[in-house]
């Protein structure tokens, strides 16, 4: 019998797509790869989220052996459709569970929701060690946006698929303290000592002058001297609050100096476009998804930015496109709960505002203060900057899962 290999990699989405979903796991593989281990992936086929159209089934990239699987890819924008993808790519994982024998230990997402049973069955058929990364909550998190009803089918198999998953796994990671307390409540399965806090991440690619003019078509009509452009990037999809936002731009739309950017995709984003059509909001631009040196000239010319969670997600979710924020040296404005680690991030080193769902008008507060008040701005900024390289480096956080594997796996 051939010598197992150490970690597997289960998730829908991987090198070589660029949704957070895809990079976070991909900048895992490759520290722990780096770090002696041997790794390697299981995922989905790209498809939407790739800059090429052509990608190999297999491929060993950054000494991480990748297997590719493909699978029903239904539009994401509507609940059957995603329902569908989730459930076509785990049947696709479970028919090669014989994959999953070849590793001493399998690091799953929570996203697809349906997808950590099958590294359960390998924990129970082959004593295959799981660690299960909790990127969001179900079906809780499902049940408050009403996607689905508490009572239905799917919640009832969701609540039973946990149940089994969590009897089974050897680690869970949390990306907050709010949901690491929220899984200990919760999911009585798990003790303390189960539940490790590691958030998500960016890569530092450094910071550039606000004073130097960027060359990039896309923003030269939004960016002068004069203005302040206030940021959103990313998902806007039934997880995120739009309303409070949408309320707080018409607030504003007779102020020339303030201007919106919003990219990315989502249910909301669509409805956001219909919003700005209708009423003519001539303060918003909208871009799609935009990423490269697009994605950091955007960055760099926006002077604040804005997360958002709906109302009662604290816990359940943790918006990955805040420590891009961060990174980027530029205050915050938080629309979440205050009893979470980025709200407590922002008021504690006075790096930006936190709010909860509704108060736009706290929103239109933060903006006036950081239009007329630029040295506010900059040391607000700057105190961001220092929240990123203190906790939220690639290197800082991949490293957590590093020490972490080494105890699993006693190397």
């Known amino acids: 019998m051939s010598k197992k290999k150490d970690i597997l990699f289960l998730c829908q989405y991987f090198y070589p797509e660029y949704v957070s979903s895809a990079t976070l796991p991909f900048d895992t593989a490759v520290a722990l790869s780096k770090a002696g281990f041997k790794v390697g992936a299981l995922s989905g086929y790209p498809q939407e989220y790739t800059h090429t159209n052509e990608v190999p089934l297999k491929e060993i990239h950054e000494n991480i ?17 995603r329902l569908i993808n989730y459930f076509s790519f785990t049947f696709s994982v479970a028919l090669r569970l014989g994959e999953l024998k070849k590793y001493k230990s399998i690091i799953v997402y929570s996203n697809p929701p349906v997808l950590p049973l099958i590294a359960a069955i390998a924990n129970l058929l082959f004593n295959t060690k799981v660690i299960f990364v909790s990127y969001d909550v179900y079906p809780e998190m499902a049940q408050i946006t009403n996607t689905i009803n508490k009572d239905s089918i799917i919640s009832k198999m969701m609540r039973a698929i946990n149940k089994s998953v969590f009897k089974r796994v050897n680690k869970v990671v949390a990306l907050s303290n709010e949901m690491k307390e929220y899984l200990l409540e919760h ?4 003790s303390k000592q189960q539940v490790e806090v590691i958030p998500n991440w960016y ?9 130097e003019p960027t060359d990039n078509k896309l923003f030269n009509p939004i960016k002068s001297n004069e203005n302040l452009v206030v940021s959103y990037f990313g998902n806007m999809g039934i997880c995120q609050d739009l309303d409070t936002i949408v309320e707080a ?38 871009f799609d998804f935009l990423h490269g040196q697009d994605f950091q000239d955007a960055l760099n010319i926006s002077d604040c930015f804005i997360l958002s ?10 918006p990955s496109k805040t420590y891009s924020y961060m990174m980027s040296g ?64 690639k290197e800082k956080c991949t490293e957590q899962y590093v020490n972490m594997m080494r105890r699993i796996l006693g190397d």
């Open 249 to 286: 731009i018409r607030k504003l739309k007779e102020n020339n100096r303030v201007q919106f950017i919003f990219a990315g995709h989502g249910n909301k984003m669509d409805l956001l476009k219909k919003i700005v059509k209708k009423e003519n909001l001539h303060n918003v631009t909208i």
């Open 65 to 81: 052996e990748i297997k590719r699987l493909k699978y029903i890819q239904l539009k994401r924008s509507n609940f059957i459709g």
């Open 203 to 211: 890569e530092d690619k450094g910071i550039i002058d606000e004073a």
């Open 187 to 190: 999911r009585p399965a798990l």
């Open 309 to 318: 969670l709906a109302e009662g997600l604290t816990g359940l979710a943790v």
């Open 330 to 393: 530029k205050p915050v404005i938080a629309i979440m709960g205050e009893n979470s680690d980025i709200a407590r991030d922002l008021n504690d080193n006075q790096a930006g505002y936190a709010m909860d769902v509704g108060e736009s008008a706290k929103i239109v507060s933060a903006i006036d203060e950081l239009l007329h008040n630029k040295a506010m701005r900059v040391s607000m900024g700057k105190n961001c900057r220092s929240i990123f390289l203190e906790k939220y480096t």
